[in-house]
């Protein structure tokens, strides 16, 4: 008898359960059907919610496209500063390490200099690395906060009629999965963004 309750309890939870999720998600300027003892909901008019293809914008956007570009020749000069200096100081220590094999130093006060000007060259190639690094991040940093800023406010512009009361940010297919086309605003967002820098 026990089972039996249950498994009634069950199936009239669900049966409200159900009732519940149709009643509140068909609004006005939707139509509820029954196909197949499943309820669809249909949309009259579009929901007022949009996405944006980052990987996109990024690839498209003039700004976007410049701004990596610098960035990368700045990585490209700072990585080639760095390695020339490497390698000076490579070539300088292995001399300094051939003359100490072979006893080449007149005296154990002129050795200790040279190992100590090495080192100081070395922490001095350490400094300039982690300059570099940083000098690299806070510019990578400030592009992409001219990027979110610019966005943000054709955002606002475009959306001032308030057509959508939310858009979405999708990077690789991370927020949408799958979406009717008429909800990405991608390309006329990239078109108009590149129209107002090109002015």
Sequence with gaps: MNKIQIIIDSVLAAAIVALFVVFFTVTPGKKATAVNGETTVSVEQPLPIAYLNLDSLLAKYTFAIEAQDKLMTKQEDARLKL????????????????????????????????????????????????????DILAENQ???????????????EYNADGKYQIIFANQANDNVLIAQPGFDITDEVIDALNKRYGK
């Design 142 to 156: 400030s592009l992409n906060m001219q990027l979110r800023d610019t966005l943000d406010n054709y955002l606002k």
């Design 83 to 134: 390695n020339t200096k490497a390698r000076t100081l490579q070539n300088e220590m292995a001399d300094f390490q051939r003359k100490l094999d072979n006893n080449a130093f007149l005296s154990r006060e002129r050795a200790e200099n040279e190992a100590n000007r090495l080192q100081k060259k070395q922490q001095d190639l350490q400094e300039l690395e982690a300059k570099l690094t940083n």
